[in-house]
């Protein structure tokens, strides 16, 4: 079988978390193809806050062509995604600051996205309109998505 290996940090006291969420979230998004060695997923998506990057590197290993983001201001974070690239054998996936609720030069580089990913970005209350800004901008930009 596949398996995945995700890098774990600690943000002060705090260690970054694998919810169960993110992991059906992940098993139920790419059951449909790729997953068993069957055919791939082709969409290119953004994952908006990988922390842990489990959706992400998910849909990479079912041939999705993705870019991490994490808060650009947190590079541990960046850094954390970029680890689990390269226990994954991942370097393909990209690794890209992006904070919500900000437009940064960066977000202009992405190429067209078919799939916005994001898993357990909804845990603060006060990140709740910059999540939604950010994912409106990629809908505004991407109106297939």
Known sequence: GRQIFLATLRLGSVPSVLSTCGMQFSLRTFSFGGGDGGESVEVTTPELG???????????????????????HLPCCLENC???CEVNDMSEVKVLGVTWGQVSPAMLTLPPVDVILGSDCFYDPKDFGDVLATVYYFMQQNPGA
Do not use: E, H, M, Y
């Open 50 to 72: 990988a922390g842990t990057s489990l959706p992400g590197i998910l849909a990479a290993k079912c041939g999705a062509s993705v870019t991490l983001t994490d808060n650009c």
């Open 82 to 84: 970029r680890r689990s």
